[in-house]
Protein backbone atom coordinates (compact mmCIF):
# COMPACT_ATOMS: atom_id res chain seq x y z
CA UNK A 1 0.00 0.00 0.00
CA UNK A 2 1.21 3.31 -1.21
CA UNK A 3 0.91 6.24 1.53
CA UNK A 4 0.87 9.61 0.33
CA UNK A 5 0.95 12.99 1.95
CA UNK A 6 0.01 16.24 0.70
CA UNK A 7 -3.01 18.29 -0.62
CA UNK A 8 -4.61 17.50 -3.90
CA UNK A 9 -4.70 21.51 -4.77
CA UNK A 10 -0.63 21.13 -5.19
CA UNK A 11 0.52 20.37 -8.52
CA UNK A 12 3.10 18.17 -8.07
CA UNK A 13 1.04 16.43 -6.21
CA UNK A 14 -1.26 15.86 -8.43
CA UNK A 15 1.00 14.67 -11.19
CA UNK A 16 2.07 11.96 -8.33
CA UNK A 17 -1.62 11.02 -8.14
CA UNK A 18 -2.13 11.45 -11.80
CA UNK A 19 0.59 8.99 -12.09
CA UNK A 20 -0.72 6.62 -9.16
CA UNK A 21 -4.26 6.51 -11.06
CA UNK A 22 -2.36 5.41 -14.45
CA UNK A 23 -0.69 2.70 -12.98
CA UNK A 24 -3.99 1.32 -10.89
CA UNK A 25 -2.01 1.33 -7.86
CA UNK A 26 -4.05 1.38 -4.05
CA UNK A 27 -2.95 4.08 -1.92
CA UNK A 28 -3.99 6.29 0.80
CA UNK A 29 -3.52 10.37 1.02
CA UNK A 30 -2.82 12.32 3.82
CA UNK A 31 -3.95 16.21 2.92
CA UNK A 32 -0.69 18.29 3.88
CA UNK A 33 0.06 21.90 3.27
CA UNK A 34 -1.71 24.93 2.41
CA UNK A 35 -4.85 25.19 4.68
CA UNK A 36 -4.03 22.00 6.40
CA UNK A 37 -0.68 22.82 7.81
CA UNK A 38 1.73 19.95 9.42
CA UNK A 39 4.58 20.77 7.31
CA UNK A 40 6.50 22.03 10.17
CA UNK A 41 5.85 18.99 12.98
CA UNK A 42 8.16 16.92 14.23
CA UNK A 43 6.75 13.69 12.26
CA UNK A 44 6.64 15.34 9.15
CA UNK A 45 10.06 16.43 8.91
CA UNK A 46 11.03 12.67 9.96
CA UNK A 47 9.38 12.13 6.45
CA UNK A 48 10.99 14.93 4.91
CA UNK A 49 13.30 17.16 6.32
CA UNK A 50 12.71 20.03 3.53
CA UNK A 51 9.15 20.14 5.11
CA UNK A 52 7.63 20.33 1.57
CA UNK A 53 4.92 17.79 -0.35
CA UNK A 54 4.27 15.05 -2.00
CA UNK A 55 6.15 12.20 0.18
CA UNK A 56 5.50 8.90 -0.57
CA UNK A 57 6.16 5.61 1.28
CA UNK A 58 5.87 2.39 -0.17
CA UNK A 59 4.86 0.03 2.79
CA UNK A 60 7.83 -0.45 5.08
CA UNK A 61 10.16 1.33 2.61
CA UNK A 62 12.11 4.58 3.72
CA UNK A 63 10.03 7.65 2.47
CA UNK A 64 10.36 9.61 -1.16
CA UNK A 65 10.43 13.23 -1.85
CA UNK A 66 11.11 15.01 -4.52
CA UNK A 67 7.80 14.99 -7.19
CA UNK A 68 10.53 13.63 -10.32
CA UNK A 69 12.13 11.17 -7.97
CA UNK A 70 9.07 9.37 -6.43
CA UNK A 71 7.55 9.55 -10.28
CA UNK A 72 10.68 7.52 -11.50
CA UNK A 73 10.59 5.24 -8.47
CA UNK A 74 6.70 4.04 -9.14
CA UNK A 75 7.66 3.82 -13.13
CA UNK A 76 10.60 1.28 -12.15
CA UNK A 77 8.35 -0.80 -9.48
CA UNK A 78 4.84 -0.67 -11.51
CA UNK A 79 4.97 1.42 -14.83
CA UNK A 80 5.09 -1.25 -17.75
CA UNK A 81 7.37 -1.30 -21.00
CA UNK A 82 5.39 1.56 -22.52
CA UNK A 83 5.14 3.87 -19.53
CA UNK A 84 8.59 3.30 -18.73
CA UNK A 85 10.73 1.12 -21.41
CA UNK A 86 13.76 -1.55 -20.08
CA UNK A 87 15.79 -0.30 -22.61
CA UNK A 88 18.22 2.59 -21.24
CA UNK A 89 18.26 3.98 -24.79
CA UNK A 90 14.25 4.58 -25.39
CA UNK A 91 13.84 5.02 -21.22
CA UNK A 92 16.20 7.82 -21.92
CA UNK A 93 14.52 9.34 -24.22
CA UNK A 94 11.15 9.53 -22.17
CA UNK A 95 13.45 10.52 -19.00
CA UNK A 96 14.66 13.88 -21.25
CA UNK A 97 10.90 15.09 -22.17
CA UNK A 98 10.21 14.35 -18.29
CA UNK A 99 13.13 16.87 -17.15
CA UNK A 100 12.59 19.38 -19.87
CA UNK A 101 8.46 19.48 -18.87
CA UNK A 102 9.81 19.51 -15.38
CA UNK A 103 12.42 22.37 -15.84
CA UNK A 104 11.15 24.35 -18.72
CA UNK A 105 7.55 24.45 -18.46
CA UNK A 106 6.33 23.72 -15.11
CA UNK A 107 8.55 26.18 -12.88
CA UNK A 108 8.52 28.58 -16.14
CA UNK A 109 4.76 28.45 -15.44
CA UNK A 110 4.09 27.59 -11.62
CA UNK A 111 5.23 30.69 -10.17
CA UNK A 112 5.75 33.17 -12.81
CA UNK A 113 2.24 33.01 -14.37
CA UNK A 114 -0.10 30.88 -12.36
CA UNK A 115 1.14 31.88 -8.30
CA UNK A 116 0.61 35.29 -10.28
CA UNK A 117 -2.81 35.11 -11.75
CA UNK A 118 -4.02 33.30 -9.41
CA UNK A 119 -2.40 33.81 -6.18
CA UNK A 120 -1.93 37.46 -6.06
CA UNK A 121 -4.42 39.71 -5.61
CA UNK A 122 -6.29 41.78 -8.45
CA UNK A 123 -4.34 45.09 -7.39
CA UNK A 124 -1.37 43.88 -6.88
CA UNK A 125 -0.72 41.89 -10.57
CA UNK A 126 2.09 43.29 -13.32
CA UNK A 127 0.10 42.51 -16.24
CA UNK A 128 3.34 43.48 -18.09
CA UNK A 129 5.26 40.93 -16.29
CA UNK A 130 2.47 38.08 -16.20
CA UNK A 131 2.61 38.85 -20.31
CA UNK A 132 6.03 38.59 -20.54
CA UNK A 133 6.00 35.12 -18.39
CA UNK A 134 2.92 33.73 -20.73
CA UNK A 135 5.02 34.69 -23.72
CA UNK A 136 8.38 32.86 -22.28
CA UNK A 137 6.12 29.95 -21.71
CA UNK A 138 4.45 29.71 -24.83
CA UNK A 139 7.87 30.07 -26.42
CA UNK A 140 8.85 26.66 -24.72
CA UNK A 141 5.31 24.71 -25.40
CA UNK A 142 5.85 25.70 -29.38
CA UNK A 143 8.78 22.58 -28.87
CA UNK A 144 5.84 20.32 -27.90
CA UNK A 145 3.38 21.45 -29.95
CA UNK A 146 6.26 20.94 -33.08
CA UNK A 147 7.11 17.33 -31.49
CA UNK A 148 2.79 16.31 -30.81
CA UNK A 149 2.42 16.98 -34.29
CA UNK A 150 4.03 13.89 -35.15
CA UNK A 151 3.31 12.01 -31.77
CA UNK A 152 -0.29 11.39 -30.21
CA UNK A 153 1.85 11.84 -27.03
CA UNK A 154 4.97 13.21 -25.90
CA UNK A 155 6.60 10.58 -26.69
CA UNK A 156 5.12 8.07 -29.07
CA UNK A 157 1.73 6.72 -29.48
CA UNK A 158 1.72 5.68 -25.38
CA UNK A 159 1.25 7.34 -22.23
CA UNK A 160 4.77 7.71 -20.30
CA UNK A 161 6.11 8.74 -17.35
CA UNK A 162 7.18 12.35 -20.00
CA UNK A 163 3.47 12.88 -20.32
CA UNK A 164 2.72 13.21 -16.63
CA UNK A 165 5.51 15.79 -16.01
CA UNK A 166 3.99 18.06 -18.77
CA UNK A 167 0.44 16.91 -18.82
CA UNK A 168 -0.75 17.66 -15.18
CA UNK A 169 0.13 21.61 -15.95
CA UNK A 170 -1.80 21.90 -18.63
CA UNK A 171 -5.81 22.06 -17.37
CA UNK A 172 -4.37 24.97 -15.09
CA UNK A 173 -2.73 26.95 -17.95
CA UNK A 174 -5.50 26.27 -19.93
CA UNK A 175 -8.60 26.98 -17.23
CA UNK A 176 -6.66 30.33 -16.07
CA UNK A 177 -7.24 33.53 -17.34
CA UNK A 178 -4.28 34.43 -19.86
CA UNK A 179 -3.56 34.96 -23.91
CA UNK A 180 -2.44 31.79 -24.80
CA UNK A 181 -0.31 31.42 -28.26
CA UNK A 182 -2.27 29.12 -30.68
CA UNK A 183 -0.58 26.01 -30.26
CA UNK A 184 -2.97 23.26 -31.94
CA UNK A 185 -1.22 20.21 -31.85
CA UNK A 186 -0.85 20.67 -27.62
CA UNK A 187 -4.47 21.83 -27.37
CA UNK A 188 -5.56 18.50 -29.02
CA UNK A 189 -3.10 16.13 -26.96
CA UNK A 190 -4.80 18.41 -23.28
CA UNK A 191 -7.74 17.24 -24.53
CA UNK A 192 -6.74 13.75 -25.30
CA UNK A 193 -5.95 13.92 -21.40
CA UNK A 194 -8.86 15.18 -20.47
CA UNK A 195 -10.69 11.90 -21.36
CA UNK A 196 -8.67 9.66 -19.32
CA UNK A 197 -10.46 8.76 -16.07
CA UNK A 198 -7.46 9.49 -13.72
CA UNK A 199 -6.65 12.98 -15.44
CA UNK A 200 -10.03 13.64 -14.42
CA UNK A 201 -9.98 12.48 -10.94
CA UNK A 202 -6.43 13.70 -10.07
CA UNK A 203 -5.89 16.84 -12.29
CA UNK A 204 -8.57 18.60 -13.35
CA UNK A 205 -9.77 20.17 -9.33
CA UNK A 206 -10.84 23.14 -8.42
CA UNK A 207 -8.10 25.47 -7.16
CA UNK A 208 -10.64 28.22 -5.99
CA UNK A 209 -8.95 27.57 -1.79
CA UNK A 210 -5.78 29.34 -3.68
CA UNK A 211 -7.32 32.11 -5.08
CA UNK A 212 -6.52 35.36 -3.83
CA UNK A 213 -9.24 38.20 -4.05
Same mark, same amino acid.
Given at each position: ?????????????????????? !?? !?????????????????????????????? #?? &?????????????? !?????????????????? #?????????????????????? #?? =???? =? =??????? &????????????????????????? /???????????????????????????????????? !??? %?????????? %?? /?????? %????? #??
Amino acid at each position: MLTIWGRKTSSNVQALMWCVGE !LD !LRCHRHDAGHRFGGLDTDAFRKLNPNGTIP #VL &QDGNNPPLWETGAI !LRYLANAYGGNAFWPRDP #VQRAEIDKWAEWAKINVAMDFT #VP =VFWQ =V =VRTAPAQ &QDQHAIEQAVAALDSKLELADTRLS /ENTYLCGSDLTLADIQLGHILYRYYDIGISRALLPN !LRR %YYEKLTERRP %YQ /EHVMLS %YDELR #VT
